[in-house]
Structures are given as structure tokens and as C-alpha cells.
């Protein structure tokens, strides 16, 4: 085989910020599938902030990655060789794994992604994990109700970004949370999202509250930080959030204050972290709603592609730092 394993490693584990000196690239054959196994060509690799989760030695929901071991990743990839026969030379399937150009993974967890008028990064975006996770965040644990007021950060992000859209659906009043004019401005006039707030702007507590003037009935978390300082003060009295992650304090190596509990008690608050992996029937139910959804051009979404497995660490730090402007996927190349 001409091309190598080009692979991304860990390199050692950060304390803090996450740096170029926390990776190593690496070259070595391409891996030899083990039986039930196929050998897979990765096209495209997501970036997701849980990322970051993986890069620490804490006792988290799932396994750290291992100091000198490839950084994990889902993509969608491309069949090189079957020996299960489950699965012809060329296909495409969603299911490779890591930060490297080849992979060799069980069969029995592969997907085949079919030409449905779809591009296939959509398998690591809106139709995909941050897709459902939107899906489930929004129809199971915000519950906006016709009427109210769905607050979202991060909302001109691959999951934000469909959380808004799909509580819209639903009849609720959506404001987003996104950090700058050109990714508020994207919000509401491609999203369709009636307000936007810039959470860089120094009276920025000043202009969500304007936004909400009757308050904020479901808030879906994405951001944590001052942006949640923010928020906490206008929920009304059974008020529900939906925990997905909060990307602003992944970097932190003390955790940050949080709000006053309080007012968990006095406004009878629901509060639900959540971890879209659990709810794994929602994939598919996710995939067929979403994907009638993209196919007439009603949901909206964004990606940002970068070249080449190499640029992966500094897209990386950039997506912590919130320098992407939607869905980030690596082209392998």
C-alpha cells in the first residue's frame, strides 16, 4: 500500500490549556485487520469538544485516551478490505475511528452511509452525533412548550445551532448565544433565529436580559462560564436546562464557581445533564427526521472543513477557544 498511517498521538496529558506540545505526529503501516475486523481509508474526521475530556487522566463517562496512543475520533471513511465480506472495497461507512488515515475496526460497528443527496460529512454533523444530541437535548430534557423562551449558546454550532431549530419547531421563541457579529448575524438570518446575543459585548448580561424580557423557560447548555452566569439570574420558576457540555471551563484546571443552588429550590428548577451516547435509539430516529428535514432544505447547518489530518491539533485548540464557525470536520488527507 503506497500511503502510510499517518497518525496523531497523545503525546502527554495537558494541565490547563491544550497545546501544540500535547501532540505527536506519527507515520506507520497501514494497521492489519484482526478477524471480524476490515481495514477502513478515514476521509473525514469529526472534532468535538468531549475531545478535551479524553486528553485527562479523570475519572470520567468513558476512558481516557492513553499518553502515546492515537487521539480518539470518530469518522466517515472509506472500505479498503472486508474479509467478513460484510462490506465491498470502496464503501462508504460511518465508523472508522481516531486521528489517522487508516483504521481497522469490528464490522459489527459500522454503518453504511448510502448517496442519499446528503454529503457524507453530514454523518459527523447535523445527521450525526451533534444532531441527536440536539435531538435529545431538546425534545427530552428542555421541552420548550409553544410560547416560551429557548435560550441556546453556542447556537451557531453544529449542536446549538439544530437545538434552535428543532425548538422553533416546537413553537417556542428562540434566542441564541454566539460569540461575534458575523456568528450572531449567521444566526439569525440563516438559522432564523428571531435574537441573537454576542456574548464577547462587555454589557452582554445587559443584552440577553433584554432579549428575554419575560425571562427564560428552557435553556440548553453548551458554553458554562460567564455565559451560564448569565442565564441562571432569568430562569423562571420551572425553568428547565438540559446539560450538554460547557466548553468554556474544559481548559480550566480549577472548577469554576458555579450559581447559587438556590435558586434551584425557590424556582423549582429542573437541571439534567446529559450524554447523548445513552440514548442510543435516537441515532436512527434523529437520522430519518433530520435527514427529511435536509433533504427539503428546512434545517440549516454550517461545517467547517480543514485539510489535512496534520492541521488537526491547531483546529483543535481553536475549537476550545471557539474560532470555528460551525460543524469542524478534518478532510484526511
Not at 459489527?108 to 448517496?115: F, I, S, V, Y
Not at 464577547?200 to 451560564?228: H, M, S, T, W
Not at 440549516?300 to 472543513?305: A, G, H, K, P, S
Not at 485539510?307 to 484526511?332: S, T
Request: charged share 25%.
Amino acid at each position: 500500500m503506497a500511503e502510510s498511517n499517518l497518525r496523531i498521538l497523545l503525546r502527554a496529558r495537558p494541565e490547563g490549556r491544550v497545546g501544540p506540545e500535547h501532540f505527536e505526529l506519527s507515520e506507520a503501516p497501514p494497521p492489519s485487520p484482526r478477524p471480524g475486523e476490515a481495514l477502513l481509508r478515514n476521509r473525514f474526521l469529526s472534532l468535538d469538544p468531549y475531545m478535551r475530556g479524553r486528553m485527562s487522566a479523570a475519572k470520567s463517562y468513558s476512558a481516557p485516551v492513553e499518553v502515546g496512543a492515537v487521539m480518539e475520533g470518530q469518522c466517515v471513511s472509506q472500505v479498503v478490505e472486508d474479509p467478513t465480506g460484510r462490506f465491498s472495497a470502496g464503501d462508504w461507512v460511518l465508523g472508522g475511528f481516531g486521528w489517522q488515515r487508516f483504521s481497522a475496526v469490528p464490522v459489527a460497528g459500522l454503518r453504511k452511509l448510502e448517496a442519499d443527496g446528503a454529503p457524507m460529512t453530514t454523518a459527523l454533523g447535523v445527521l450525526g452525533m451533534p444532531g441527536t444530541t440536539a435531538w435529545v437535548g431538546t425534545t427530552e430534557l428542555a421541552r420548550p412548550q409553544p410560547g416560551e423562551t429557548f435560550v441556546v449558546s453556542a447556537a451557531s454550532g453544529a449542536v446549538g445551532g439544530v437545538a434552535g431549530q428543532i425548538a422553533a419547531r416546537m413553537g417556542a421563541r428562540v434566542v441564541g448565544i454566539a460569540g461575534g457579529e458575523e456568528k450572531c448575524a449567521f444566526v439569525r438570518d440563516v438559522l432564523g433565529f428571531p435574537e441573537c446575543v454576542d456574548h464577547r459585548a462587555e454589557d452582554f448580561p445587559e443584552r440577553l436580559k433584554a432579549a428575554c424580557p419575560e425571562g427564560i423557560d428552557a435553556y440548553f447548555e453548551n458554553v458554562g462560564g460567564a455565559v451560564q452566569r448569565a442565564v441562571f439570574p432569568l430562569l423562571n420558576d420551572f425553568g428547565r436546562v438540559a446539560f450538554c457540555g460547557m466548553v468554556a471551563e474544559y481548559n480550566d484546571a480549577e472548577p469554576t464557581p458555579g450559581p447559587n443552588l438556590m435558586q434551584v429550590v425557590r424556582k423549582r428548577l429542573s437541571l439534567r445533564g446529559f450524554i447523548v451516547s445513552d440514548h442510543p435509539r435516537a441515532f436512527t430516529d434523529w437520522r430519518r427526521i433530520g435527514g427529511a428535514w435536509v433533504q427539503d432544505g428546512s434545517l440549516r447547518y454550517r461545517e467547517d472543513v480543514v485539510q489535512g489530518l496534520e492541521r488537526a491539533p491547531e483546529a483543535f485548540m481553536g475549537l476550545l477557544a471557539g474560532k470555528n464557525f460551525g460543524k469542524l470536520v478534518i478532510e484526511v488527507t
